[in-house]
């Protein structure tokens, strides 16, 4: 064959390819690039390049959840909306910042992201410190053990290992390879109907509305930001139709030097983003201390029993805080670029 000419024939490929992508409205060019991207079959991938309009990227994203429905033929996909919560979690808790505090990559397309994708929450998170004397820094395990790992990966243990760089940002270990391991595995699970070719009925967005009922109010939000919980598992605050997610949740006050400490507050108003910070102060060792943080943009995630309100969350890690045992005010100042809004909430370490 001639090698110009077979190049020339790959140009045009690529061109046409490449064309036909980005007469997509930009919102379907997100979604392909987003974390979906990260349970895409490798099929899917190549389906997903040649989709020439906004109607065939639509049918391409229907069909895909529906594949993924745990539960066929009825309006609620638990696949899709569990895995849009945790791309909420991620985001808030994985965002990759530069030095200002600008976030340069959503915690969800980051490297903890994409596992928390695949695979899902790990059965323990094990935090080591930063090491000086190595010149190393923070790292994360992620573990999966015994019949979660059999059930979920049909592997008896999987570890997976995050080290952080210089700017702060994890990585994932390469040079381990579980999580590769567990991929194909995790990603077959996920696929109940991956027969599926066209759109069923009971998949498509005219028929989920019509089925599924608007969640009832069950309060009015006031104007502004209130209802600041200090937490240690993020997960505890509920957002669904089911109830109002601040109703039995308690405050947490004592917290150990290694916990994550996570907040969520309620912000009701118009604005999204805003701009949200944090500050621990108090006493440690004797010694008032006084820690800020940088301003980052939230997006308050629409409570749907709260009309008009949002909630807005995120952790921290106590363990990388430069504090001892002590008591101490958690104090997070939110602006929503016509007012601020300062609530705080006192905590020990122990």
Known sequence: MNPVRNAALILTFTFAASTAFAALSPEHQEWGKGPAQWIMTADEQRQWKQ?????????FIQLFWARRDPTPGTPLNEFKADFEARVKDADARYANHDSIGTVITPGSMSDRGRVLMVLGYPETINFYSRDV????????????????????????????????????IFHRDTQRHDFLNATPVAMRKMLVSPDLKDVPDWARPEAVTAAVPQAAAVRKGEPGAHHLLLLKDPHAIVNSEAGDPFADVVTATLFAKKDDLAYAVEYCGEKDPVKVSVAVRGMSDGKRVSINGLPVNAHPDPIMTVPGCGLVRAAISLGDLPIAAGTYSFVVKLDDGTQTYNLSQDFKIE
């Open 51 to 59: 989709i020439a309009s906004d109607d065939d990227a639509e049918k």
């Open 133 to 168: 004397l190595k010149s190393e820094g923070r790292r994360e395990i992620w573990l999966w053990e015994k019949e979660s790992a059999k059930q979920k990966f049909d592997l008896p243990r999987v570890e997976v290992v995050f080290v952080e760089d210089p700017k702060m």
